[in-house]
């Protein structure tokens, strides 16, 4: 607390401008003194003087003092009445024997007799070779071998719906029917047809090339040659656009109340045309109810014949191969025999397929490899040139030792 004798001695006049004058000449002892008890009732649970009784104390309701019968019962002076069981006890009756039976042991039976059950597997009886679909797995393994290898978390064989052998197309038998034929037939033709359509757009998508004509010429080659004149009507011009924008900021004048009241009121009137537009759109939309519906009838099957078309192309995509390489699966020709070369025996049948290359791109479709490109044959090494000489004239030999001695001349200059 603050003292009399410091209360009564002259304040003494500096300058408390800042925060550090004022913090250095001002006493601030009684607030921190206050701020410092608070924190110390805080700490011990508040002050107690504004507390309630039943916050301060309460009633103890614990068995301490409490005798209860247990209690009574375990104590030295009853034990008397307690049985002893060191006494036999006396049987009025004697009844049947209540001898244990021997368990019997169980007999050994055949592998053919065995069965899966579960008593017979606690009891170690039943067929580890078995065809059974819940035999018990050992787990009891021998600390010296390695552990079984087992898969990953993420480990999948494959992600396409795609059987490892699909069954081929019926048109591709040795003696197919007429539409089987004439399927593959037309599903060959639409696989060509495609091809030439995209060699088409490439060619067509193309850059023409470009003709330049003798006018074209000139004028690209007189580019800049008239600069200066064409600078000279530049800075005209902007000379007479800053005097229009001088003359039109010296027009510009206050506005008057007529023309004030005239905006204001096509402004009222531009808002009571756009309300009255706004009304007349609204009953027109209730007028034509029936055309929304029939609208809204529409949207809906539209929209129906998207998702039918999405789920069909998710369907489709289950069994397309995936992007795992930077190839593009282009699939396979389909394979297919003219008409004139059907036989109708094995003997004589034309077989245009190959079995690896049918294994290869179905192990590509299966997504177990990725797409691959087919290597063209290319030579690593760059060739050598060799003249020979013996295939040369005379006269062409002796020009080549000419060079060849004034080749060997400027060097030893040098």
């Known amino acids: 607390m603050v003292s009399t004798q410091q209360i009564l001695q002259k304040r003494k006049r500096v300058s408390k401008k800042n925060k550090k004058s004022w913090r250095k000449h001002t006493e601030i002892s009684d607030v921190e003194e206050f701020l410092q008890s608070r924190l110390r009732e805080e700490r011990t649970g508040g002050d107690p003087t504004a507390k309630e009784n039943k916050d301060l104390f309460y009633i103890d309701k614990s068995d301490i003092f409490q005798t209860t019968k247990t209690k009574l019962a375990s104590m030295k002076c009853h034990s008397e009445l307690q ?215 529409r949207e809906e099957k539209e929209m129906s014949e998207q998702t039918a078309l999405r789920q069909a192309k998710s369907l489709e995509n289950e069994t397309k191969p995936g992007k795992y390489g930077p190839g593009k699966f282009l699939g396979d020709d389909p394979e297919f025999v003219l008409p004139e070369e059907v036989s109708s025996s094995l003997r004589q049948m034309v077989n245009p397929a190959n079995n690896v290359q049918e294994r290869f791109t179905s192990l590509q479709k299966r997504n177990l490899i990725e797409v691959r490109r087919k290597v063209a044959p290319h030579r690593k090494y760059k060739l050598k040139t060799v003249e020979k000489w013996r295939k040369k004239l005379p006269e062409e030999i002796d020009e080549l030792v000419k060079m060849k001695r004034k080749k060997k001349k400027i060097k030893v200059s040098e």
């Open 83 to 297: 049985i002893d069981t060191r006494v036999a006890p006396v049987v009025g009756r004697i009844g049947p024997s209540k001898k244990k039976k021997k368990k019997k042991k169980a007999p050994l039976l055949a592998p053919d007799m065995i069965t899966s059950s579960s008593s017979e597997k606690k009891q170690g009886l039943y067929d580890i070779w078995g065809s059974q679909a819940n035999v018990a797995e050992d787990t009891k393994r021998d600390p010296c071998l390695p552990p079984p290898v087992q898969a990953r978390a993420g480990y999948k064989s494959s992600d396409t719906k795609l059987s490892a052998v699909e069954l081929p197309h019926p048109g591709t038998s040795y003696n197919p029917t007429f539409n089987d034929h004439q399927d593959l037939l037309k599903d060959a033709l639409e696989v060509e047809e495609k091809k030439e359509k995209a060699k088409l757009k490439a060619t067509r998508d193309a850059a023409p090339p470009i003709e330049i004509t003798e006018e074209d010429y000139i004028k690209e080659m007189s580019i800049g040659l008239n600069g200066a004149a064409s600078e000279e009507e530049a800075e005209e011009g902007a000379g007479d656009e800053a005097e229009d924008q001088v003359k039109s900021a010296v027009r510009r004048d206050r506005k008057t109340r007529a023309q004030r009241n005239r905006e204001k009121a096509e402004k009222l009137k531009a808002e009571e045309l756009a309300k009255a537009k706004l009304e007349k759109q609204h009953l027109h939309q209730m007028n034509r109810i029936k055309a929304i519906q029939k609208e809204i009838k």
